[in-house]
């Protein structure tokens, strides 16, 4: 399987299968399918939710080895980066590619962890 980010604030991290003997490396964005599973790990490189001066301190920081697409500064209040899903794109070998849409938000109280508490 190979996993591409059509559109929006996202990159393929790294991918796995399930195969606690695959050695494929972490760094690329194709994954050989281990008993029909195939997963991508899709990280956001854009931070709205943060207030203005850390997102400009973070790109002063090496987060991930040189990637200088990690993290997209916008500005103060720019709602149209807040709200960009991320569209990945996956296709395997004589199979049509499909796509699926992750939802963004630079709401804190969408995370997972704040989602959780209110569930309890």
Not at 23 to 44: C, I, K, S
Not at 82 to 98: F, Q, R, W
Request: proline content about 7%; overall charge negative; hydrophobic content about 45%.
């Amino acid at each position: 399987m190979t996993f591409s980010v059509v559109s929006g604030p996202g990159r393929i991290w790294t991918t796995h299968n399930g195969d606690p003997a695959n050695d494929n490396p972490r760094d690329v964005t194709w994954v050989p399918a281990y008993h029909g599973l195939a997963r991508a790990f899709v990280r956001v490189t854009a931070d709205t939710a943060s207030p203005l001066w850390h997102r400009r301190r973070l790109l002063e920081v090496d987060l991930d080895g040189g990637h200088a697409d990690s993290i997209q500064v916008a500005a103060e209040g720019d709602e149209a980066a807040a709200t960009t899903d991320i569209v990945l794109s996956a296709k395997g070998p004589n199979m049509a590619a499909v796509q699926l849409t992750i939802p963004v938000s630079a709401s804190l109280d969408k995370l997972p962890r704040a989602v959780a508490a209110k569930a309890v």
